[in-house]
Antibody
Framework: QVQLVQSGSELKKPGASVKVSCKAS????????LNWVRQAPGQGLEWMGW????????TYAQGFTGRFVFSLDTSASTAYLQINSLKTEDTAVYYC????????????????WGQGTLVTVSS | DIQLTQSPSFLSASVRDSVTITCRAS??????LAWYQQKPGKAPKLLIY???ILQSGVPSRFSGSGSGTEFTLTINSLQPEDFAAYYC?????????FGGGTKVEIK
């Protein structure tokens, strides 16, 4: 079955960097794009952007340019989210999610999600 | 960018009640809408896409309707496991915006 397994919780100081992994299994990795979604404590879901798992080309949502980097290791069927120059407001759960498409023409909805990675930024 | 506004933000209901959550889009999005359920500490789960297409494995007490700018998610005969947060999300165009969420609590 399709699974996305993320790396464990991280505690970082402001200014540091963090790299979250998302390992896919149960399907051909390059067939579906992967998205990243942020959820701050007690808040809703915020789409951060996506990475084309075929070309490795990332696209970042507004507000997630500059310090956020999406990357892949296709040999390991793994996607990564790196956040540089961490700020306290980056404290959140970060999810990877598979971008599914339906033969009736629907796409950009997320049928499989990782379990989430809590990143806490505190001095 | 298109905004999605959910109402209500909070909803109290009892087991076996039927509840309806509304999602309004700031522009016409045809039927390009999905609904997710999220339980505390868990990842969101896809319930419905294309406004009314039930994702495989989702109980039939969940249903979605609407097109254009107004959409609804209805849960018939609430079960204890349905108490959760629900989010709508726009499909087929970037950015795939989420609504602010509706928390369904036990009365």
């Amino acid at each position: 079955q399709v699974q996305l397994v993320q790396s464990g919780s991280e505690l970082k100081k402001p200014g540091a960097s963090v790299k979250v992994s998302c390992k896919a299994s149960g399907y051909t990795f390059s067939t579906y794009s992967l998205n990243w979604v942020r959820q701050a404590p007690g808040q809703g879901l915020e789409w951060m952007g996506w990475i084309n798992t075929n070309t490795g080309n990332p696209t970042y949502a507004q507000g997630f340019t500059g310090r956020f980097v999406f990357s892949l290791d296709t040999s390991a069927s793994t996607a990564y989210l790196q956040i540089n120059s961490l700020k306290t407001e980056d404290t959140a759960v970060y999810y990877c999610a598979r971008d599914y498409y339906d033969s009736r023409g629907y796409f950009l909805f997320f049928d499989s999600w990782g379990q989430g990675t809590l990143v806490t930024v505190s001095s | 960018d298109i905004q999605l506004t959910q109402s209500p933000s909070f909803l109290s209901a009892s087991v076996r009640d039927s509840v309806t959550i509304t999602c309004r889009a700031s522009q016409d999005i045809s039927n390009y809408l999905a609904w997710y359920q999220q339980k505390p500490g868990k990842a969101p789960k896809l319930l419905i896409y294309g406004a009314s297409i039930l994702q495989s494995g989702v109980p039939s007490r969940f249903s979605g309707s609407g097109s254009g700018t107004e959409f609804t998610l209805t849960i018939n005969s609430l079960q204890p496991e349905d108490f959760a947060a629900y989010y709508c999300q726009r499909l087929n165009r970037y950015p795939p915006t989420f609504g602010g969420g509706t928390k369904v609590e036990i009365k």
